[in-house]
């Protein structure tokens, strides 16, 4: 008899990766030395906008050390233009993006001259002695004063700023009716303009790059998200052979879509390495990192929204104006429009229209920021729930119980024409109100109002869905994104009996090797101590789509375990040649082939080691249990969940503190709680820091403001409430896991929850908004103070 064993997927381990992460022991980037290594650094410009009228670099070439100084003039023929992946419309204004500026610089950070030296102290000393001459041009930085007429033009040869218009109508679709006669007719109608601040990815290990071009094969180390996909574009756009260039991401401290990119400084450090024939090795400082990683979000939101008197939403429009800043990186258009498929929420709406307009600036370019035009839809749709049940005097959870979509009309295509495969919103909301005691809260909240405390209550709403596990390759195709969104694996079973796991995924701090052998461990029944799971190098793992979009487990992890299938498909033969039965009278499980109906059994460990011995194999077996499988679902997966957040507001300094928060999301099956608990914890937190915390700011010359922690800030400990988590399980249909992803929902889910807490404390103030982050001075002014 085999002892019962615990199933694995399910089960809170805790991550096998944490050691050497936590530890540090471990290779960062930034901790390769190669012999004869050099150094990089990268002079920025100082400007936002000018012609670079001489460049005298012959002071810094003779600085100790230096052995290389180039400008953009000296790599204009190789350096070519940075990719853009996603041209969303076919009249996208899509302007060169050199690396390094060639004659004119468009933002304040943008690479102007390398140096190349022995020490990355004689590199950075030799910066000071380049001489620029910069013929300043007009600077534009508003996004509505770059559509004018009369604007100063960031890239002049398409005579406008506008990048691209990209609309989405319901009536056109087939999905809805027409906006327009609907909110004509409506008895209610709010519109509401929402700003969306520029923020920056504040990961934890700036971004490095090594490259070593010795040998056959150019070798890169990058702290990146994307292997996979940079060695691709750096083939294309470098007109490298792709097969000559090995992308490793070693461990990378922490991404969330600031890594989700090709980088100027990857093409720079390439070229240079290339030049001189050496290792060559850049590693940005903090303010590097805040300049000059591409920034997220920004955006003005115009929503009308249409309802009867009973809160039935009647019709959604929504207007944005997407600031890009100043070049196109890799997925810079789309990421707006990702928020096209979302502003309609969990609800059922019956027409529905989008617009955006992305429009160029003099700032740092826009792409992914963790959510990725998801967050900014979800608070478009969660802040007007709450401004229409304020209309109306609803709870603003009835008036989203009015709407929302039943758990029994699951599958349901969304105005936005997506097919939402499973959910309980009935169910989540339910267990979160009850965790939250939101009567109390509400209760209280009437009472400081009536005894006029000084210190309000205001509590906030966010149901919300997110579209994630960024996959289905045929409808990444229809939105003109540049690739599919398929994921690979492999599986290598050892002669003793361990196993490699091998995933196109590349984690960057969301524990794949802990859930990737969990999977693994359960599927063949083998110890979870006894998987091993490699990733992050093009050589060792060839095929991969990596991480981003909250796509691992339900791409990557289902491919994991459909090569698990595969092995034992394989290894069914060898067990009924070795117990002498047929292989249709095998039982599989927890780790063992029995004959049926007898004891007789074999281990899966045992049939590879008969396959590697290959002395008594079924006649005509391929001596290999190796087994691959490139999953491409059919769907995304949609999460949901509701958050509730409650906050004191002190009125007399604007202070707002979070009294407590509590979250209940359905991401489907749970591989390992532990992790999802984590990745809700920083989700959430990271959904805080755009309320409250998070701005990134430009002066009225184009230079930015926030360029260190000290003026950028991010919530520590102390400003961050007891986080309460809790979770409903439906399963997605579209994976056979039945898992969703749960990377990004925290961020998604928590901003807008918070900003209608505040919104709500004050409300009856006279206040309907209040611009993000809702710093104590901004809530002060709101509710009068200075006045
Ligand atoms: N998981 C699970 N059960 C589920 C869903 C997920 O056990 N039902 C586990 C997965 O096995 C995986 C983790 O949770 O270990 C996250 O899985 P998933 O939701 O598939 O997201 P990805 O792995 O694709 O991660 C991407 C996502 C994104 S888009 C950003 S941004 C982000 C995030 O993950 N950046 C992060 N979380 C981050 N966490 C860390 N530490 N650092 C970042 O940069």
Known sequence: MTAAVEAEVGRARRRKEDARLITGRTRWTDNLTLPGMLHLAILRSPVAHARIAAVDTSAAEAMPGVLAVLTGVDLAKEQGSMGCAWPVTPDMAAPQHPAMAVDTVRYAGEAVALVVAASAYQARDALDAIDVEYADLPVVLDVTRALAADSPLVHPEFGSNRCATWVFDSAEAGTGGETAPAIADAEVVLRRRFRQQRIIPAFMEPRSVLVDPTGDQVTMWSATQVPHILRMMLAATLGLPEHKLRVIAPDVGGGFGGKLQVTPEEVLVLLAARRLGRPVKYTETRSDSMLSCHHGRDQFQDLTLAARPDGTITALEVELLADLGAYLGL??????????????????????????????????????????????????????????????????????????????????????????????????????????????????????????????????????????????????????????????????????????????????????????????????????????VLHGDTQISPRGMDTYGSRSLAVGGVAVLLAADRVLDKARPVAAHLLGCAAEDLDFAAGRFTARGTENGVSIQEVTGAVFAAHDLPDGFEPNLDAQATFDPENFSFPHGTHLCAVEVDTETGAVKIRSYVCVDDVGTVVNPLIVDGQVHGGVVHGIAQALFEEASYDELGNLTTGTFADYLLPTAADLPHLVTDRTVTPATSNPLGAKGVGESGTIAATPAVVNAVVDAVRHLGVTDIEMPCTPQRVWRAIGGGA
């Open 331 to 532: 997925l810079t258009p789309g990421i707006p429009l990702l928020g096209a498929f979302m502003f309609n929420g969990i609800y059922r709406i019956p027409a529905y229209r989008f617009t955006c307009t992305s429009v160029f600036t003099n700032k740092m370019y826009t792409d992914a920021v963790r959510g990725a035009g998801r967050p900014e839809a979800t608070f478009g749709i969660e802040r007007m729930m709450d401004e229409l049940a304020a209309e109306l005097g609803l709870d603003p959870l009835e008036v989203r119980r009015r709407n929302w979509i039943g758990h029994e009309q699951f599958p349901f295509t969304t105005v936005a024409g997506l097919t939402y495969d499973s959910g309980n919103y009935e169910a989540a909301t339910d267990r979160a109100t009850e965790l939250f005691d939101y009567q109390g809260l509400r209760r209280e909240q009437a009472r400081r109002r009536e005894q006029d405390d000084p210190t309000l209550l205001g509590i906030g709403v966010s149901t919300y869905t997110e579209m994630c596990g960024i996959a289905p390759s045929k409808v990444l195709g229809s939105l003109s994104f540049g690739a599919g969104g398929w994921e690979h694996a492999a599986i290598r079973m050892l002669p003793t009996g361990k196993v490699e796991v091998v995933t196109g995924s590349s984690p960057h701090g969301q524990g794949h090797e802990t859930a990737w052998s969990q999977i693994v461990a359960d599927r063949l029944g083998v110890p979870f101590e006894d998987v091993e």
